[in-house]
C-alpha cells in the first residue's frame, strides 16, 4: 500500500494500532447503537451502508445489531484493525487508504465516523469524492465541528487532527441537501462521549 501523506503512516503505523487497545468495548457499540437508529430514522428504506475508516468495526457492528439484512462494507488503512473488523463477519473490509480513488458498487449511505478529521486537509476532496461516488442516495459525516479550518493538537502530536464545516464543503461540492444533523453531548447521562457533530445529506 502506497501512502501519500504522513497522516495515513501514522494511523497505518503503531499509533493507529494503539488506538485500537483505547477504543473498543461493548458500551461504544450500545452508543453506536442508539446513534444509529437516530440518524436512521431519518432515512427512506436504507438497506446498506459503506464506511471509510471503519477500524475495529464498531460501528459495522452496531448496524448489523439494528438490523441483520443489512449490506455492509468498511474500508480501512491499518491491516490490524481491519483484521480485526472482519473477524466481526458482519461487513465485507477492504484494506487500503480512502485517498485513493475507490471504485465499488454503490450503498444506500456512504459515511465516515472521526476520520475526516484526521485526513490531510490538501487531500480532503479524494475523500469527499469517495463519499459522493459510493452513496446510492445518503452520506453521513460525523466528526469534530468547526466553522472554520483550525488544527488541533492530537495527543501530542501536531498536524494529525483538523476541525472544519466537512458537512458545509460536502453540501457546496456537491450540491447536496442537509436531511438532518446533532450533536453528541459529552455529558450525555446515557452515552458519555466526544463532542461530536453529525449531518445527514441527500444526493
Same mark, same amino acid.
Given at each position: 500500500? &502506497?501512502? %501519500? &501523506?504522513?497522516?495515513?503512516?501514522?494511523?497505518?503505523?503503531?499509533?493507529? @494500532?494503539? +488506538?485500537?487497545?483505547?477504543?473498543?468495548?461493548?458500551?461504544? *457499540?450500545?452508543?453506536?447503537?442508539?446513534?444509529?437508529?437516530?440518524?436512521?430514522?431519518? &432515512?427512506?428504506?436504507?438497506?446498506?451502508?459503506?464506511?471509510?475508516?471503519?477500524?475495529?468495526?464498531?460501528?459495522?457492528?452496531?448496524?448489523?445489531?439494528?438490523?441483520?439484512?443489512?449490506?455492509?462494507?468498511?474500508?480501512?488503512?491499518?491491516?490490524? !484493525? !481491519?483484521? %480485526?473488523?472482519?473477524?466481526?463477519?458482519? !461487513?465485507?473490509?477492504?484494506?487500503?487508504?480512502?485517498?485513493?480513488?475507490?471504485?465499488?458498487?454503490?450503498?444506500?449511505?456512504?459515511?465516515?465516523?472521526? *476520520?475526516?478529521?484526521?485526513?490531510?486537509?490538501?487531500?480532503?476532496? /479524494?475523500?469527499?469524492?469517495?463519499?459522493? @461516488?459510493?452513496?446510492? %442516495? +445518503?452520506?453521513? *459525516?460525523? #466528526?469534530?465541528? =468547526?466553522?472554520?479550518?483550525?488544527?488541533?493538537? +492530537?495527543?501530542?502530536?501536531?498536524?494529525?487532527?483538523? /476541525?472544519?464545516?466537512?458537512?458545509?464543503?460536502?453540501?457546496? %461540492?456537491?450540491?447536496? @441537501?442537509?436531511?438532518?444533523?446533532?450533536?453528541?453531548?459529552?455529558?450525555? !447521562?446515557?452515552?458519555?462521549?466526544? =463532542?461530536?457533530?453529525?449531518?445527514?445529506? #441527500?444526493?
Amino acid at each position: 500500500m &502506497t501512502f %501519500k &501523506t504522513e497522516q495515513e503512516r501514522f494511523w497505518a503505523g503503531d499509533f493507529g @494500532r494503539e +488506538y485500537i487497545e483505547r477504543n473498543q468495548g461493548e458500551g461504544l *457499540v450500545e452508543l453506536n447503537i442508539a446513534l444509529f437508529r437516530r440518524i436512521i430514522s431519518a &432515512t427512506q428504506s436504507v438497506e446498506s451502508f459503506v464506511e471509510l475508516g471503519c477500524n475495529i468495526g464498531l460501528n459495522l457492528q452496531a448496524l448489523s445489531e439494528i438490523n441483520k439484512q443489512f449490506k455492509l462494507c468498511g474500508y480501512e488503512i491499518n491491516k490490524v !484493525a !481491519a483484521q %480485526k473488523a472482519r473477524g466481526l463477519n458482519v !461487513a465485507r473490509i477492504v484494506d487500503g487508504t480512502i485517498l485513493d480513488e475507490i471504485s465499488d458498487i454503490q450503498y444506500d449511505v456512504s459515511f465516515t465516523k472521526g *476520520v475526516l478529521i484526521h485526513i490531510n486537509p490538501d487531500e480532503l476532496n /479524494k475523500a469527499y469524492d469517495n463519499l459522493f @461516488r459510493l452513496s446510492r %442516495k +445518503y452520506i453521513l *459525516v460525523c #466528526e469534530y465541528y =468547526d466553522p472554520n479550518p483550525v488544527v488541533v493538537k +492530537y495527543r501530542g502530536n501536531e498536524e494529525k487532527l483538523f /476541525k472544519r464545516d466537512f458537512a458545509g464543503e460536502l453540501i457546496d %461540492k456537491y450540491n447536496l @441537501r442537509l436531511v438532518d444533523y446533532g450533536f453528541i453531548y459529552h455529558r450525555d !447521562a446515557g452515552f458519555p462521549r466526544d =463532542d461530536w457533530t453529525w449531518f445527514l445529506l #441527500e444526493k
